[in-house]
């Protein structure tokens, strides 16, 4: 549903309806806004970091259906009927999710500015890929830059979630088994 606001220069609005973080949001925009715009300014969720607008540093990834996209080009609109994580969907603070956990307990971040980005690169390949190599987090992670590290403690970070997601999941099915 598309609408004009004649009061606004007659700049057409449209109503989408998208899933961020487990919760359905319906919003009016521009057809003409990015999603990290939407995530960051529209609906608060300021994890979702924007730092070169031409989607080479990664800092703005989001999972999309679960896989991972840089928000900062892509249009808010192509997300209606969808479903989007950022980073705050990941765990609570009182339940970190694996790759948060990894990334403190690692020592994964410097300035914390790419981390948001990462972590959300990391949960996708961790997703499609239980049990990555060290050749395998730094090809998934190839996309997001970091300027103060070496990546060393990232990768590290990443190896160490996959390691806690698996234990997590063999566990569980140890106790559907019993």
Request: include cysteine; proline fraction near 5%.
């Amino acid at each position: 549903m598309s609408t004009t606001n004649p009061e606004e220069g007659g700049v057409e609005e449209r109503r989408i309806t998208v899933t961020v973080n487990g919760e359905p949001q319906a919003v009016e925009i521009e057809p003409r806004l990015l999603l990290a715009h939407l995530l960051r300014q529209g609906l608060g969720l300021t994890g979702t970091h924007i730092g070169c607008d031409t989607t080479n540093c990664g800092a703005c990834t989001v999972l999309y259906d679960g896989r991972p996209v840089k928000s900062c080009t892509m249009l808010a609109v192509q997300a209606d009927g969808h479903e989007v994580t950022t980073v705050e969907g990941l765990g609570t603070p009182s339940e970190l999710d694996p790759v948060q956990e990894g990334f403190t307990t690692e020592h994964g971040l410097q300035c914390g500015f790419c981390t948001p980005g990462m972590m959300m690169a990391a949960k996708a390949l961790i997703t499609e890929n239980p049990d990555p190599t060290e050749e395998d987090v730094r090809w998934g992670l190839s996309g997001n830059l970091c300027r103060c590290t070496g990546y060393q403690n990232i990768v590290k970070a990443v190896l160490w979630a996959a390691e806690k997601q698996r234990a997590a999941s063999a566990a569980a099915n140890t106790d559907v088994a019993v």
